[in-house]
T-cell receptor, first 112, second 112 residues
Framework: SQELEQSPQSLIVQEGKNLTINCTSS?????LYWYKQKYGEGLIFLMM?????EEKSHEKITAKLDEKKQQSSLHITASQPSHAGIYLC????????????FGTGTLLAVQP | NAGVTQTPKFQVLKTGQSMTLQCAQD?????MYWYRQDPGMGLRLIYY???????DKGEVPNGYNVSRLNKREFSLRLESAAPSQTSVYFC???????????FGNGTRLTVT
């Protein structure tokens, strides 16, 4: 079965700094999804990447998909306290059914 | 806009007790999912329903049953709760398969 590994597991940055979170798949990625979770809440969809080399941005968050490396990266520019939370990547679990599997998440703290 | 509503928000059970977690969505979505979230394990798929009238097992279905009551509602039942089922349970829905998932705010279950 496909597995997603995220790095780092946790990250503390000063407000205004840039940061990158990585998601590596054990199998070829056919679609990669990024979600954000605030403490005590459900996940919020950020963006979806489907094509190798694809890059998408939402406000100060940019995600890229590198199919050859079976990786995706999430980059936050000029981090703000509102960026704090858990970031999870998700991918098609494979097979003939529509199942989304998730990585273990990256906990981001932004210090004012 | 309610989105995905889960009840209850918190629950404490004793080993062997049964309960049903309720989930309803008002977005006319076809697909619905149940996940559990545990520290260090990320989100794991318990069961999913690709469309009304169908249900399928996910990664960790043992000890659970589900019912897709209608297009709006997807319930998760624990017949005989065990301490290993202590977790945060999330319900999610999507318009069709692996498009963006919309999550509820979770049910925090403790089994003593």
């Amino acid at each position: 079965s496909q597995e997603l590994e995220q790095s780092p597991q946790s990250l503390i940055v000063q407000e205004g700094k840039n940061l990158t979170i990585n998601c590596t798949s054990s199998k070829t990625l056919y679609g990669l999804y990024w979600y954000k979770q605030k403490y005590g809440e459900g996940l919020i969809f950020l963006m979806m990447l489907q094509k190798g080399g694809e890059e998408k941005s939402h406000e100060k968050i940019t995600a890229k998909l590198d199919e050859k490396k079976q990786q995706s990266s999430l980059h936050i520019t000029a981090s703000q306290p509102s960026h704090a939370g858990i970031y999870l990547c998700g991918a098609d679990g494979g097979g003939a059914t529509n199942k989304l599997i998730f990585g273990t998440g990256t906990l981001l703290a932004v210090q004012p | 806009n309610a989105g995905v509503t889960q009840t209850p928000k918190f629950q404490v059970l004793k080993t062997g007790q049964s309960m049903t977690l309720q989930c309803a969505q008002d977005m006319n979505h076809n697909s619905m999912y149940w996940y559990r979230q545990d520290p260090g394990m990320g989100l794991r798929l318990i069961y999913y329903s690709a469309s009304e009238g169908t249900t399928d097992k996910g990664e960790v279905p043992n000890g659970y049953n589900v019912s897709r009551l209608n297009k709006r509602e997807f319930s998760l039942r624990l017949e005989s709760a065990a301490p290993s089922q202590t977790s945060v349970y999330f319900c999610a829905s999507s318009e069709q398969g692996l498009t963006a998932l919309h999550f509820g705010n979770g049910t925090r279950l403790t089994v003593t």
